[in-house]
């Protein structure tokens, strides 16, 4: 059974979007972020060193958000995927991107967000 260690609900203002008044106004996103690792040797050594740091995950997607604009929340969970496994020990992420204020005129709804699963590619 896979570990995982969770970040869940992170909150950005940041202006992307497809629309000029999103890039302008900018708007608030919301960030989960589920990283599959092993937890075992971390659980037994008690060191950091042993596991995913979830301050550094943080950072990742803290970077991507407050990064340059970017007009699809596809490129932007695609970027958080990317340096998330890049960290040492995530095997696998899903990283999911909401954007609950997405100008969809007329429309009454809850969220929108896009999620992407993304493992770490073999090693040769």
Do not use: C, W
């Not at 932007?76 to 995530?90: C, N, S």
């Not at 899903?94 to 699963?117: I, N, W, Y």
């Amino acid at each position: 059974m896979p570990d995982h260690v969770r970040l869940t609900g992170l909150a950005f203002y940041a202006h992307h979007g497809v629309n000029a008044e999103e890039a302008s106004q900018g708007q608030r996103f919301i960030v989960d972020v589920d990283v599959t690792t092993d937890t075992l040797t971390a659980g037994r050594s008690d060191d950091l060193a042993d596991t995913v740091n979830y301050s550094l995950v943080f950072r990742a997607v803290r970077d991507v958000m407050d990064g340059p604009r970017r007009n699809l929340l596809e490129m932007l969970a695609e970027q958080i995927a990317a340096r998330v496994l890049a960290l040492p020990h995530a095997q696998e992420v899903r990283v999911t991107v909401h954007k609950p204020q997405a100008p969809l005129k007329g429309a009454v709804f809850q969220d929108v967000s896009v999620e992407v699963e993304r493992r770490r590619a073999p090693r040769e």
